[in-house]
């Protein structure tokens, strides 16, 4: 499935990241990705893709994003 990340949280966000993965991470879980160790903060399914897209895209994806651990 399409995955898109957004990194939150950092002075220089990076550009989001795409990844089409079988296995979707979940919240609290632990993830190397932009070159660090993140957790996922928030996980946003769209099993109709992207109704508000310009284009008629309508490929089911999921939105995550990571960031630094939230206190508890």
């Not at 957004?6 to 089409?20: C, I, K």
Request: glycine share 6%; proline share 7%; aromatic share 14%.
């Amino acid at each position: 499935m399409k995955v898109q990340f957004s990194l939150v949280g950092q002075l220089d966000r990076p550009a989001d990241l795409y990844f089409d993965m079988d296995a979707i991470p979940q919240v609290n879980d632990a993830i190397d990705i932009y070159g660090g160790n993140f957790f996922v903060r928030t996980v946003v399914w769209y099993p109709q893709g992207d109704q508000e897209a310009a284009s008629d895209d309508n490929t089911p994806f999921v939105y995550i994003v990571v960031g630094d651990r939230r206190p508890m």
